[in-house]
Structure formats: structure tokens, C-alpha cells
């Protein structure tokens, strides 16, 4: 388990598709395009001038590191909620449940169940299942 992938609303950065399917497949198109002299093409198409940019971007400049980092959404209103009130995961608030994080987890069903377990078992227990997920292939894009 990487602690810095924790992220405050309990999800885990590690089971994320975008990092874990969407950019590594990205940057397979952008090597197999390159490869293919697509490069040398691909502005000559109808919006190949911005899907060329785009991809190139996440291929060689794109680093995932957790929304206590820096990434995602920077307006965040779960992330300014946990940073205002200096908690590390917002199951751990006293204020938990609340709006904002009902709000927020209606996108991702397996979070209700997760921040429960956060907070009946604690961290290791959470943690524990993050790998088993990680090791088993989960995405969130899954538990929809």
C-alpha cells in the first residue's frame, strides 16, 4: 500500500482506471502512432491538430500523484472540505457522513462500503482491501 494514493474521500489512487487503463493505453496508441510516422500525419486530419497535442501531452508529460498531491480536480469541494478541517480520509471526520461525501460517492458504489470499513476496522484493514483489489485487476470504472 502507497499511502500517498490515499485520498480523502477513501478512494484509492492505485484502483483508479484512468491511471491504471486509460493512460498506459495512451501512451501505447502515442508510441504505436509515433512509430508508424502517424506524427508526421496527423495534423492533416479533421481535428487531429488537438487529439495529437492531447495525446501527446499525457504520453510524455503526464504524472499521476494523489489529490494530497496535487492531482485531480483541484476544485475539489470533498478535498477543500478534509484540507480545511486537517483530517487524513473523511471517514475519519466527526462530521461523517455529510453532504458533500454523500454528494460524491453516488459515483462510486463500493465507497459507502469502503469508508464504513475505514472506519469500523481502521486504515490497515481499508489498506488491505485496496491491494486485494489492485492485485485482483479492480478499477472503479468496474463497480458501476
Known amino acids: 500500500m502507497d499511502k500517498r494514493y490515499m485520498c480523502y474521500c477513501g478512494l484509492y489512487c492505485e484502483n483508479c482506471a484512468v491511471k491504471v487503463k486509460v493512460f498506459p493505453a495512451a501512451k501505447t496508441l502515442y508510441e504505436e502512432m509515433k512509430n508508424a510516422g502517424f506524427d508526421n500525419v496527423v495534423n492533416n486530419l479533421p481535428g487531429g491538430d488537438g487529439f495529437w497535442s492531447f495525446l501527446t501531452n499525457i504520453a510524455e508529460h503526464w504524472e499521476c500523484k494523489s489529490c494530497k498531491e496535487g492531482s485531480g480536480n483541484p476544485g475539489c469541494v470533498v ?19 455529510c453532504e458533500l461525501i454523500d454528494n460524491f460517492d453516488a459515483g462510486y458504489p463500493v465507497l459507502k462500503l469502503d469508508n464504513a470499513l475505514l472506519r469500523d476496522k481502521g486504515i490497515d484493514a481499508w489498506a ?17
Not at 478535498?79 to 457522513?97: F, N
Not at 488491505?128 to 458501476?144: C, I, V, W
Open 79 to 97: 478535498r477543500k472540505c478534509a484540507e480545511e478541517k486537517g483530517v487524513q480520509m473523511c471517514a475519519l471526520c466527526e462530521s461523517y457522513p
Open 128 to 144: 488491505k482491501l485496496q491491494d486485494e483489489r489492485q492485485a485482483a485487476g479492480f478499477t472503479y470504472s468496474e463497480d458501476k
